[in-house]
């Protein structure tokens, strides 16, 4: 099973771990790093590292973070950068992480962050269009004229 280490600023990360464990469950091999004003990106960086060993099955380790170029994402990408099969994906929603607790069993780990992203760009909706666009209603076209 792939492993999940999910990364943000401040409860980012706390806030997702409540709303998975509400949606999905409990989860093994899935954990949540916050990054909070009393750490250093140094210690934030440690903490992303024993985290990706902790769920390491040897089936791969995939990063989701809260904002591309932050320092949660900056930090694994240093870590992806020189650790075998590590992915990041920036700017992760709920969709994303939850449904990679339930894709990530048994799939590659470049299967699941095409997955992912799949999810998380579908997942961004204008509701006013959609229900613009539910709402039309053509009117019915009658043959006889009435």
């Known amino acids: 099973m792939i492993g999940i280490v999910v990364s943000g600023h401040i409860n980012y990360a706390s806030g997702m771990q409540s709303a998975v464990k509400a949606i999905a469950g409990e989860q093994e091999q899935m954990v949540f790093i916050d990054f909070v004003e009393t750490m250093s990106?140094?210690?934030?960086?440690?903490?992303?590292?024993?985290?990706?060993?902790?769920?390491?099955?040897?089936?791969?380790?995939l990063f989701l973070t809260d904002i591309p170029g932050g320092s949660p994402c900056?930090?694994?990408?240093?870590?992806?950068?020189?650790?075998?099969?590590?992915?990041?994906?920036?700017?992760?929603?709920?969709?994303?992480?939850?449904?990679?607790?339930?894709e990530r069993d048994g799939a590659e780990l470049q299967e699941l962050v095409e997955t992912l992203l799949e999810?998380?760009?579908?997942?961004?909706?204008?509701?006013?269009?959609?229900?613009?666009?539910v709402m039309e209603v053509e009117p019915a076209e009658c043959e006889d004229g009435l």
Not at 42 to 60: F, H
Not at 74 to 101: D, H, K, Q
């Open 41 to 61: 990106t140094e210690q934030l960086e440690e903490s992303l590292r024993q985290a990706a060993k902790d769920v390491d099955s040897n089936d791969g380790v």
């Open 119 to 133: 999810i998380g760009t579908s997942c961004v909706q204008d509701m006013r269009k959609e229900l613009e666009s």
């Open 74 to 102: 900056n930090r694994a990408l240093s870590i992806m950068m020189n650790t075998p099969n590590v992915e990041v994906i920036a700017g992760a929603n709920l969709p994303m992480i939850a449904n990679a607790a339930f």
